[in-house]
């Protein structure tokens, strides 16, 4: 597999990798058989995308200006959406939960659906009702003509942010007869999103392999012109504080702070291979006499901690499940008004 060029050694033809899916063992997340094919080579360089049409910075647009503002005025509590895929009611429920709570929610697919409302359509959905809206954008699904063309939508939508990702593989959903398109990386999506005058963040994996080159593949990012990076759950606010002293670089940072409020998110949480929360996060919550009390006073603490490192500008309120979505807004709401 080393011995390819990266884009075809790597399932999801990523040329700006690792993605944050590498298992603890270095494995391929698509194939458990094969070790991830950037473990053994540098952390490769921006160049620009195709390496032959780098793009350029444009003026933001008026939301973008706006979020950058207020990102430095004051830090954002920013929530993921826990909404079925597909369903306007259950986006309109979530919506009217958050609304007033949250400064944006993090609108990305749905984890346990691979067909989605477009991005562009989704913010329409929220943004009607009054919420700011962080969409997230994966290249799984897009060949570049179509990701520009979402660019474009959500600009005219004033969307708060854009949140690049490679993406899940189809393999790994329950549509592996769908082709993954991957023509592009998020890298590569981040640079297109600035050029078109976004906001633009990316995420951070400091618990995933390469772990000792993680900062470095930020700094690419940063390069490729990322304002923020969502740090993905490493283990509690110390980690967070190494990784962040270790960018060495100025970009604002939102960590994610999980939410979980009864056993079967917990169980949810455990399933993600390559996510570390602090120590006897979710033993706490399974042995409490009230489970969803404690899951909100612990992201509330945790919340906290994040805030006071140094770069952090807010946090991502994090989780959800099949089932229960109003459930969770209610508790990220919850969250919220704690932290306010």
Known sequence: MSSLPLIHACPKRMEYGPCGGVGFDGACEIDAGHRCAFLSRPTVPWTGVDRTTPVGPAPRTAAAAETLTSLDTRPWVVADLPARALSVASID???AVLSGEVDAVLAGDAGSARVQFPPAYR????QRRGLRVWTGLNMRDRNRVAIEGELAALAVEGVAGVHCVTGDHTRTGHRPDAAPVFDLDST???????AAGHVVSVAGSPAAPPVERRAARLREKLRAGADVCFVNHAGGAAPVRRFIDEVGESVRYIPCVPVVVDHASAALLESFTTLVLPDGFLARVRLAREPRAEGI????ALAEEMLALPGVVGVNLSGGREGAEE????AMAEVARRLR
Do not use: G, Q
């Open 93 to 95: 429920a979530c919506a």
């Open 123 to 126: 913010a329409h959905l929220l």
């Open 188 to 194: 590569e999506a981040t640079a297109l999103a600035r």
């Open 297 to 300: 006073a612990l992201a509330v």
């Open 327 to 330: 459930s969770f807004a209610e």
